[in-house]
């Protein structure tokens, strides 16, 4: 099965730009990396999504090196609203279409 | 459209009751996940359809689980009979293809 390791906390200030890297070794060939936002007591919520290279959108940047073995969510100048937990989502390479969800990394963002 | 929708969002039982959690993914999606989560163990994949269809479910964890999908647009998730242990959150996702999925709120079961 594939495995996925993440940091578990990190805190940041306002204004600053958050890194967050999932470590994820055996994951399917074909699929997407996928990073996740969750608030308490909500579901998780779509951030960006790549398959290598780099990918950016209107809120984040992801970075997935070519042996794809890891991927960095970027958070250019964090705000007090994006303090939560985030997660990277991975296919498992057993092809049994399982898909495993990192530990989490939860995130302070400070005044 | 409203959005993945789980009902009940609360549901507290007493151990040895069924229970039956329900979802409403997106209109016209095709894929649809049961998740569980909790402290310990994070986010568990329970059970992956596609097209109505159970295409994986080596993630439920006994015979007490149960899913169903009936149709493109209702997945039910049984736990007959109901155990402390299975106390989490239980989350539903529906995506299109490959695309980004969609969670819903998520029930919070509670077996006492």
């Known amino acids: 099965l594939a495995k996925t390791t993440q940091p578990i906390s990190m805190d940041s200030y306002e204004g600053q730009e958050v890194n967050i890297t999932c470590s994820h070794n055996?994951?399917?060939?074909?699929?997407?990396i996928t990073w996740y936002q969750q608030f308490p007591s909500q579901g998780p919520r779509f951030i960006i999504q790549?398959?290598?290279t780099k990918v950016t959108n209107e809120v984040a940047s992801l970075f997935i090196p070519a042996d794809r073995k890891s991927s960095t969510l970027s958070l250019p100048r964090v705000s007090l609203s994006d303090t939560a937990v985030y997660y990277c989502?991975?296919?498992?390479?057993?092809?049994?279409?399982?898909?495993?969800f990192g530990t989490g990394t939860r995130l302070k963002v400070l005044a | 459209d409203a959005g993945v929708i789980q009902s009940p969002r609360h549901e507290v039982t007493e151990m040895g009751q069924e229970v039956t959690l329900r979802c409403k993914p997106i209109?016209?999606?095709?894929?649809l996940f049961w998740y569980r989560q909790t402290m310990m163990r994070g986010l568990e994949l329970l059970i992956y359809?596609?097209?109505?269809?159970?295409?994986?479910d080596s993630g439920m964890p006994e015979d007490r689980f149960s899913a169903k999908m009936p149709n493109a647009s209702f997945s039910t998730l049984k736990i007959q009979p109901s155990e402390p242990r299975d106390s989490a959150v239980y989350f539903c996702?529906?995506?299109?293809?490959?695309?980004?999925?969609?969670f819903g709120q998520g029930t919070r079961l509670t077996v006492v």
């Open positions: 996702a529906s995506s299109l293809a490959r695309d980004r999925w969609f």
């Open positions: 055996n994951i399917a060939t074909n699929d997407y």
């Open positions: 989502l991975v296919g498992d390479t057993s092809g049994t279409y399982k898909y495993i």
């Open positions: 359809f596609n097209n109505n269809v159970p295409i994986d």
């Open positions: 790549g398959y290598k």
């Open positions: 209109s016209g999606h095709n894929s």
